[in-house]
C-alpha cells in the first residue's frame, strides 16, 4: 500500500483548503496588508528542531493560520501597491493546484509530453495577444532575473564565437548596456556570466528616464575604438522606478547599427501590448533579439511564470545544450522527436507552469485581458489626476500605465528633509495596514510609487490610499510647524 | 468590485478539483504512465490561436482532462522508476495549494517576513536531520541547476577577487573538476559562469564509477603547473546513471590541499543522510563549502524545492548582492532587519517554496521519514537479488541506495548488438504502460535504470517491473533465435 496520506484522508483536507482559499480570496482585503512583526518574530514561535514524529495536519494548519498567515505581507490583497502589484487570479490558482497534483517535470519532451506541448501552445497565444511576430519563439522560466540571464548568455555566444569552449579567459572585454533606470537583474546577469561589473555600462536616461539613445551610441562608439566589445544592449520598457519606456526603435537603430543583440525586458509592461491603444507604447520591441514578458505580474498569473521570447533560439540552445545519454530520447522509429525545453535555460527541472497560464488565457480571454488592463489604467491615471490638481504632491516621472511615481513636496524643505518626509509617509501609511505602497529613488532623491496590478483593486482602494497619504503629510508639516 | 472570478465560483471549483486531485491520487495507479502521443499530437488537438472571449473554466477543464491528461507522463504514478523518482505527497500537494492561494514573493524579508522566516527555520531544520553542522547556512531555489550555479558563482569569486569588478577578461583560465559521471547541470552552470568548455575538467571514475581521488590531485597539481587557476571541486553523492558516491572525505582532503572550494552535489542522495544506517555513505560531506539536496527529489516534496547550504554564505551575498533602491528595507528605527533571500541567487522573484517543505517535514517527521526512505532502499536492494541470481541480467553498479543499473546481457551478442537490445527492452517496457524506466550509459554502453522514489510504489510494482524486463528480454532471445 502506498505510504502516503491516504487519498481519502488527503480529500477531506484538500476540501478544507478549498474552503480556506476561498475565504481567504474573499477576505484578505479585510487583513493587515503587511504583517505587524519584526524581524525573528515568527521564527522565534515555530520549534527550533525538526519534529520526531509525524504531526497532524490539522495541528500544521492550526500553525499556519495562527503564525503564518499573521507574518505575511498580502500580495493578493486589494491594497497591495507595492513593488509591481500582482494578482494570484482565481483561475491561475487552480492551474497551479492541479500541476502540484500531477507534479510532472517538462525537462525533456518525452518526460512529459502534453507539459512540453501546452508551454509551446500557450506561449505562442501569449505571443499573438501582444502582437509579436512568428519568428520569435516563447520558453517559460521561473523568473525574469532567469529569462534575461539566459538571453544575455546567448548574446554572449553570439559574441564570442569561440567563448563556449574557451570561455571569457584571454578575451576581450565584453559589455552589456542598459539604462541607468534598468532593473538590477540585468547587472546581476552581467555578473553571473562572468563579465564583472567593468562588463555593464549603465547609460544615462533623459528628463523622464528614458535612456538617451545618443549617450548609448556614443558609449558603444567609444568602447569599439577602445577595444572593447559591445554584447548586448537591454531596453527596459517599463521601468521599475517610474515604468518609463525606453525609446526601443531609436535603440533598436543602434543595435543593429553595432550589430549587436538587443534585449527587451518588459517584464511588467509587456502585457500592455494586449490593449490595441497601449501597443503603440511598445512599438519597435518586436526588432528585438529577445523579449521578456513575466505572465505573474501584469497578467493574472500566480508566481512564477516568467516568458522569454526569442528570435534566434538556437542561440540560447547553442548556449546551454549539453545532452547526457540518460536524458537523451528514446530511440525515434520515425526520427520525429518533441522539443527538449530544458536545453533554453539553466533549470533541468521544470515545473508544469503553462498550465496555470493556459487558465488564466482561457478564463480571460483576449476581451477579459483587455477589460481588466484598462480598468488599472484608468485607475492609475485617476490617481495621477489627484496628485497633479495638489500643491503638496508632485508626479515625479510620467505614468504611461498602471504605476505612478510621486513624491511629498513643501516650500521651504531642503532636498533632504523632503527625502526623510517621504519615507516617514510611505512608512506611516503603510502602518494603516490597509495599503501597502514602496518607494524608489529618483533623480536622486526619495519617490513614492502606486503600483497597480491586482484585479481585487477598486477605485475605492486607490481612494483610500490617496486619503492615507494625505493624512499623512499632514501630519508631515504639522510637525514641521511645531 | 473584484475582477477576479467571484470568490464564491472559485469556492465551487476548488472543491470539484479537491475531488479531481484526490481520484488522481487514489487512480494514479490505473493510468498509463507513460502517454501513447507522438510529437505534436497535443498541440494539434488545442486551438492554434488564443480565445477572444472568456470561457468557461469547466470547458478548460474537460479539456484539462481529455486533452492535457493523456498526454502526461504521470510522475506521480507507482510505476515511475525514471529519471530519479519523486513523489508529490499529499502533505506537499496541500502545502502548494496554500502557496498559490497566498501568491507572496520572498525576494526580501519585507515583501513577506513569514515566507523568509519559514524558509530559514525549514532549511534549518533540515540541516539537522541531514546531521549537518550549524554553520550551514540553507536557502531554497528551483532546481539542483540553479543551486550549483550559485555555489560555482561563489566559488568563482573566492577564486578570483576581482572578478566582481572586472569579470574574466585577462585572466588566467580557471577550471571546474568533476567526475565523468557528475550531473551535466555542473558542466552547464561552468558554461553559463564564463569557464567555457576548457575551464571544466571531468575526472575518471574507478570501476565502480566513483571519482578517483589520485586523478583528481594529478588533475590539479598539472593545472596549477600550467597556469591554470583551480575553481572548485565538485563532489557528487548519488550520480545520475549509477547512484555512485564520490569518496568525499579524500576528495576533501585534496581540496583542503590546494585551497579549493569544494561544492557536493548530494540532490538525490542527500535525504539519506537522515537515515542512521546510510548516513556514513555521505561520511565527509560536511566538509564542504556547499552542498545542495533537493527536497523534491527524494523527499517528498512537490518540484520544485532544491536546497542549497552554504558554509559561507557571505560569498553567494558578494557573488549576487546588488540592492537598489525601490528594494531596500524601509528605514528600521531600532536598526533590526530580516535577511533578504533575493541576494543568495540569481532570481530576484522568489515563490513560497517553503511551506510545502513544512507541511512535508511536519507530517512524515524524522521517524516517518526514516521509516519510507528504508522501505525505498529494501525494495531496491531486493530487485538486485533478482538481478544478480539471474544470468540474462547483469548489475552494472553497486546499488547503495535506491537506484538500479543493470543491462540485459547474453552470450554471443556483441556490444552494439546489446546496446540495440537494451534499449528495445526498455522501450518494449514502458508501452506497456504499466512501470516507466529509463536508460543511460555506462562504461561505453547502454545500461538501464530502475529508480525508486515514489511513496506510492509498492514491492507489487516493484516485481511488475521485474516480471515485464523478463518477458521484454525473452522477446528478445525469441527474435535472435528465429
Known amino acids: 500500500m502506498s505510504r502516503d496520506l491516504p487519498p481519502e484522508e488527503f480529500r477531506v483536507l484538500a476540501h478544507e483548503l478549498a474552503d480556506w482559499m476561498a475565504d481567504y480570496l474573499a477576505g484578505v482585503g479585510a487583513l493587515p496588508v503587511s504583517p505587524a512583526v519584526r524581524p525573528g518574530d515568527v521564527r522565534r514561535a515555530l520549534p527550533a528542531q525538526p519534529p520526531e514524529v ?45 500541476a502540484a497534483a500531477l507534479n510532472v517535470n517538462a525537462m525533456v519532451w518525452h518526460s512529459s509530453p502534453a507539459a512540453t506541448e501546452l508551454e509551446e501552445v500557450t506561449t505562442d497565444w501569449l505571443r499573438q495577444l501582444l502582437g509579436l511576430p512568428a519568428e520569435f519563439d516563447g520558453v517559460i522560466n521561473d523568473t525574469a532575473s532567469s ?74 562608439e567609444a568602447d569599439i575604438a577602445a577595444g572593447v566589445r559591445p554584447v ?46 497601449l501597443r503603440p507604447l511598445l512599438a519597435g520591441w518586436q526588432q528585438a533579439d529577445s523579449i521578456v514578458v513575466n505572465p505573474h505580474k501584469w497578467l493574472f498569473t500566480p508566481v512564477d511564470c516568467s516568458v522569454l521570447y526569442c528570435r534566434r533560439p538556437e542561440r540560447l540552445v547553442r548556449a546551454f545544450s549539453i545532452v547526457p545519454e540518460y536524458l537523451s530520447a528514446p530511440h525515434e522509429p ?98 494603516s495596514g490597509e495599503v501597502l505602497l514602496t518607494h524608489t529613488q529618483l533623480d536622486g532623491h526619495i519617490a513614492l510609487r502606486l503600483s497597480i496590478g491586482n484585479l481585487r483593486t477598486t477605485p475605492a482602494h486607490v481612494e483610500r490610499a490617496w486619503q492615507l497619504l494625505r493624512e499623512a503629510a499632514e501630519g508631515e508639516m504639522a510637525s514641521r510647524e511645531r
Open 147 to 220: 529569462s534575461s540571464l539566459y538571453a544575455l548568455a546567448a548574446a554572449r555566444d553570439a559574441a564570442f564565437p569561440d567563448a563556449h569552449e574557451k570561455g571569457l579567459f584571454g578575451q576581450s572585454t565584453g559589455r552589456v548596456y542598459a539604462s541607468d533606470q534598468a532593473h538590477s537583474s540585468i547587472e546581476k546577469g552581467v555578473l553571473t556570466l562572468g563579465f564583472g561589473q567593468d562588463g555593464y555600462r549603465a547609460i544615462p536616461s533623459d528628463a523622464e528616464f528614458r535612456m538617451r539613445p545618443d549617450a548609448l551610441h556614443a558609449a558603444i
Open 334 to 431: 520515425d526520427g520525429e522527436s518533441g522539443r527538449n525545453l530544458m536545453d533554453y535555460g539553466v533549470s533541468l527541472g521544470r515545473r508544469f507552469r503553462s498550465l496555470k497560464l493556459w487558465f488564466v488565457l482561457r478564463a480571460f480571454g483576449r476581451e477579459g485581458i483587455i477589460e481588466r488592463l484598462r480598468a488599472h489604467v484608468a485607475m492609475a491615471k485617476e490617481f495621477t489626476t489627484w496628485i497633479d490638481d495638489s500643491a503638496q504632491w508632485h508626479r515625479v516621472a510620467p505614468t504611461p500605465l498602471s504605476t505612478v511615481a510621486f513624491r511629498f513636496v513643501t516650500a521651504g524643505a531642503d532636498a533632504h528633509e523632503l527625502d526623510r518626509a517621504n519615507l516617514r509617509i510611505v512608512e506611516r501609511v503603510n502602518r
Open 54 to 98: 509525524a504531526e497532524s495536519l490539522e495541528d500544521v494548519l492550526a500553525d499556519f493560520r495562527d503564525i503564518i498567515v499573521p507574518g505575511l505581507t498580502h500580495w493578493n490583497h486589494p491594497g497591495f501597491f507595492g513593488y509591481y502589484a500582482i494578482t494570484g487570479s482565481a483561475p491561475g490558482i487552480l492551474g497551479e493546484m492541479l
Open 232 to 277: 548586448a544592449i537591454v531596453a527596459t520598457l517599463g521601468t521599475t522606478s517610474s515604468s518609463s519606456i525606453d525609446p526601443v526603435s531609436e535603440i533598436a537603430e543602434v543595435a543593429r547599427e553595432f550589430g549587436v543583440w538587443l534585449h527587451v525586458d518588459a517584464a511588467y509592461a509587456g502585457p500592455a501590448a494586449i490593449v490595441p491603444e
